[in-house]
């Protein structure tokens, strides 16, 4: 995994999403702001999978609070963990547009417990089941 320099950014998304990058970023801020009450914005860094896969991130050390009603899942989350579940869900919503952003939806899904440690990766999972 590695982080996006800053000179990359501006072509990351599309190259990551495809036709459907723009949609893509409105979709994921979105949801960050729909499913926690205390996320207020903020600078999403860029990371990079060694498998292809990609995920957005907020600072690590800020905690948000992520509740869905529709699992009954209501947990923290630092801002790593916060931005990988909030990739998953709008990869999933755009996975139905692409089978592109599908193939990323499962290269990030498939890479989440080497990414994170065992506890905040059973949180991810829980998040998106």
Excluded: P
Aim: hydrophobic share 45%.
């Amino acid at each position: 995994m590695r982080k996006v320099a800053d000179n990359r950014r501006s072509n990351f998304l599309h190259k990551m999403t495809g036709n459907q990058f723009l949609r893509f970023e409105g979709l994921a801020y979105n949801l960050a702001d729909n499913f926690s009450e205390n996320y207020n914005g903020g600078y999403w860094d860029f990371y990079a999978l060694d498998n292809g896969g990609f995920f957005m991130a907020l600072d690590k050390k800020d905690t948000y609070r992520f509740v869905n009603a529709m699992n009954y899942t209501d947990i923290e989350l630092d801002g790593v963990a916060f931005g990988a579940v909030i990739t998953l869900f709008a990869l999933g919503i755009l996975a139905e547009r692409s089978q592109f952003v599908a193939d990323k939806y499962y290269l990030l899904r498939d890479a989440i417990s080497n990414i994170f440690d065992k506890e905040t990766a059973s949180k991810i999972y829980r998040a998106i089941d």
